[in-house]
């Protein structure tokens, strides 16, 4: 595609002018009003209720109380509107049916584990339908050898212990929880040949180091467990049984022996009051003592005296989970689906993961019930969705997502929640082209500590920063790793995405203390931050689903990726010497990106506002009609917007696991839930592998060349009359 | 004085030819032989001796044991040919008599303590002349008050309490050891209304949280406690009735009630084990984070409803103690003193702290022997000190130095030691003026790494620091603190000094775990440490007390003080913004020190250099009776670079403490063992006091200009012709 040279003149002459003013989606007199309607609904009381019916008994996914759950939620979505359906998957998990930890010395049995989850005081702790702590898909097993400690279980622990002569072939590896994605540990104490994995929670990460423990205070008592899986969700997250496609009832099914999902060796996690007393007398060499945690005497490595003897057995088979799916048809641009997706099954209560965010959402889904029921529609689909089996492995949101890869080629953007409020410290994460419409949706929402969400979130990061911070800085927003239900479609189908919480002090994630009585003591009280997520939620699928021009910001998308580049630059010279790739095709591509992207932040910024905005003295902007008027082609370049964000998918996807598509964004590889950035290259780099980086700068080079050649194709017929028109008259 | 134009011209081309060559003091042929016999003296095996000896019993200060130790060192003093004496002063010092401390809840009693120190396995720890945990110059006393917890205690740390509401007025404060001079821990709690202190041993210091606990590896156990003075040495070091004057037989006293010194409240010392019964039952709210400690629960700051009941009975009195003054006089300038001193009392067995470094004085002083008995003698007198009660509060030091204050106006230095060695890491801290020169002595020793001991320091400095450090770079030498006996000397007599050691893990510091058993599994096991330490302690007696001209580097030290008051200048801006100070003449002068010592250096380092340095290509250096005959006068230059050191004494001394008359170091404040650098300009700042900012800096800039003046006064009558003729060939 050829650039028509008098377009980017004109509109880089306005980008110059406009500085790197993001696309803005205001709204006008009516969608002002739609705006302020929507914001009067989302309720803390209500919230309550919704979370005090969803948290009364144990969900997990598949369970009884789980298909209740579904039931509730979709009844609300039916109550207030919406076309809705539970959606069942048949997917291959586990329940744990025999867990039994023991460890000895040659003296005799120190603990015979595991204890069961139990304080002083809780309501929820004595259910019998408690699901006991276990990793998902660990494999049933028994396994009694001596013990090795080896830190957070990361490639460079288990290198350490290899530099330290201690041999963990045939060991019991015993890890602590933190720094990476539990699957890590077990994927790392698989390749290097250990017999099995014990994972605990330290006090230093999330226990007493941290402040009182429950139910004095939010965080992990002794006898907590973290649950989790370890599903090598980095080479596929969803049923293992079907990388790749749905698990619908006809499906193909692979057998779980052989998914590359599926971890070889038995894990389960611990409390710290079980692990104490095999890591109190573990022999060998003291630690490196960077692996000291908050236990009360100095951490070995081993390997031995102690021995532990673990069994488990596993209760593997198909089970039935259910998405519940709601929607409202767009009126205009009904094929370029809004979605917004939090999970709803929890390991136990889950109050705040995930039913806080469930919460948020019922109330965000309530509020646009609201206007459905004055009559509005929205322009895009609307879709939210309940997803099922996160925890197991983000299974209901990627079999869905498989199934709708098709449609999902033209989604608009999908905006994730999952543990909504813990507490009252705002934080998102986004892809660049949606950060700006972000924080613009944060200067619309009120905070509990007055003034706007966006003021106090600004100030918070300014106090958590040194005091000579930039008072003026933007509050930042995180890169999208893993661990939620967007990896699937940011990673897998270029779908843009965000994802929002209100953090807090969670020290009990993943464990039978997370529910409503901890909630109400540690959470948000009195629902105030639930309240704020809901309405930043909603108002993100409002704003999104009334677009006229979709909200991207591809300036700041290209600004990113060469801030990416820079630094992998940098890691390869350090990594290769002289022999490094030239990144200066990458480079020179991320810097047309961005370019192209301020031609079109440019032309959008002062074409189709719908609301004045008091902060800026410009011209009267045009009316969308007036920017049709004068030949502004909204349909096309909508087209080509969306387009940009799906040519940043690799053809071929990533080397090693090709399910993963984004060129920008990939869960990290052996790191964990962090996010790795420009994944090919940069993984390439930490390989030391010279050629595969050359190929994939190459890969992304072309990447990045075809997602700019596209905004630069976007040549409205009388574009140069109205970019002149749109300059604002007092910079002219 | 003024400056002769022509003579600073020509030095200073001369320094600028040379860059910044410090002065050189390598020995001739017959030097070098003679420095090849010392080194070949100290011995592992008689350190092993000495050692074993000076650690078989208790030797608190003024005890019987204390006198044994004596005697032995003057015995072997003598043996080795020194005139030697042993020098009795009547001090006021305490021992305990009865400690309890016994802690409550409303439910009842939780701690009867202290209990003793004990751990499973330790040959030393039963002797009944164990003197009990106490702290030196804590008062009698009954209190029983409520606990509240102050962190370290320092001043920022009882702000945090006022912040959070908690009033300590009457209470008794717990603190934690570390970060500062317990003396400062007792003083604020005094200061701010507290009833009495209670100092403890948090594991996270130098507990289990740091490695293995005695008798495992060699950190404190749980029971372990350290003593330790209180004596408000900030104020004034020694004899705390006899401020500011020797205690001889017939000195005049002050009351102690009345002595600045004495801290007015009672403190005691405990271990982990029974402060953690206490610090766990607090409540009131949780502590900052950052003043959480390794115990196993959230440390809360009360007050109360923990109690405690604190009996502390002192038994004050007047006591002797014992310096051994050990000389052999100088043959050419008697009066120009080398003082090495070492204390030689312990709080209990004091196996590293002091003996290890007794023992280096014992075998540095033996090798200086051997060399009297082969029949040489110094050019100036050499004083080997073996200082008593330094525990207590520097006193054996300090009342010997003032009641020679008047010879030591020209004496040439002092070499400390304390700790001698215990482990592998060597540390050094010096004036400015003498690390080139200990520079140059570790470049003559070997080390037991193999090489010499300047590569195995530099080496290691290199490893601590980031892999990208420059690798030239030199070793680092830190500034003089207090806490050991070179702090008269230094900051109140201006005598040169250094400081050095060899560090390890070292967990039991004033412990009755710090015995030959400890040292001989985790110090210096084979004592060739201990020989290095000897090695470099000699050589610098040696070659201090035989240099032509006194190895002084000016230079460095202007561009050092130049360098603080940068970073004063920044505080001052910051504390008192436009209102600030201006420090442009006290920069001014500090440069014209360095300046001054730049031609200085530039003359030494090529006129009195007795051995050629084959590193450099050079033109052969002259003679110092080639310097003398071309009218070079260096018993001039030598008063002169004598009389600059003292030039750095400020006439009235600090402000708010007299006594402490440098004008570049003092104690820090009330900061503890750190050195505070310019301190009176940087504690006017601290205090927000701007007129005496303004009257310090005018008072650092006359000391300043004075010295400076004082090397530009050397001014030989042919020195344009002799520099002219050092100057290297090549660069000419």
Known sequence: MRLDRRFVLVALLCATLLAQAPPRMPAEGSE?????????????????????????????????????????????????????????????????????????????????????????????????????????????????????????????????????????????????????????????????????????????????????????????PDTGVQRGTIEYGFEHPGDPTTPGWPSTAEARRISPRDSPDVPKIPATPLSYRDTSPILQRLGGAESPREWQGALPFTYHVGPGPVRVKLHLKQDFGYRAIWDVIARVRGTRWPDEWVIAGVHRDAWVYGAVDPISGATAMLEAARGIGHLLQSGWRPKRTIIFASWDAEEQGLIGSTEWLEQHEKELESAAAYFNLDTGASGADFRASAVPSLRGFLRDIAKSVPSPKGGTLYDAWRTAVRRENSPTANPTAEPQIGTLGSGSDFTSFLDHSGVPATDIRSSGNYGVYHSVFDNFAWYKKFGDTNFLYTQEIARVYGLQVLRMADADVLPYNYEAYGKEVAGYLDAAQKSAAGQFGDKAPKFDSALAAARRFAQAGAAINALVAHAPSRVRDETRSVAPPLSLAGFERQGGDVERLNRILLATERALLLPNGLPRRPWFRHAIYAPADLKGYSASTIPGVNEAIQRNDAATTAQQLEALTGVLNRAAALLEGFHPASSELFVLRAVPTGLR
């Open 32 to 220: 002002r009003a739609i705006e302020e309607q929507f914001l009067s609904v989302p309720d803390p009381r209500q919230a309550e209720q919704h979370m005090k019916i969803l948290t009364a008994e144990p969900h997990v996914a598949g369970s009884p109380g789980d298909r209740k759950t579904a039931e509730y939620v979709a009844r609300k979505f039916r109550e207030w509107g919406f076309d809705t359906e539970i959606v069942e998957y048949k997917v291959w998990m586990n329940y744990p049916a025999e867990v039994s930890v023991d460890a000895f010395t040659p003296a005799g049995a120190i603990m015979h584990g595991p204890t069961k989850e139990h304080v002083e005081d809780d309501p929820f702790q004595d259910d019998p339908r408690v699901v006991m702590p276990f990793n998902a898909y660990s494999p049933s097993g028994d396994v009694e050898a001596e013990v090795v400690y080896a830190n957070y279980g990361r490639p460079e622990d288990f290198q350490k212990l290899t530099e330290m002569g201690v041999d963990v072939r045939g060991k019991i590896v015993l890890v602590r929880y933190g720094e990476n994605f539990r699957g890590v540990k077990a994927y790392m104490a698989q390749e290097t040949g250990a017999a099995a994995v014990l994972i605990y929670s330290d006090p230093m990460e999330d226990g007493y180091f941290r402040g009182d423990v429950y139910p004095k205070g939010p965080w992990r």
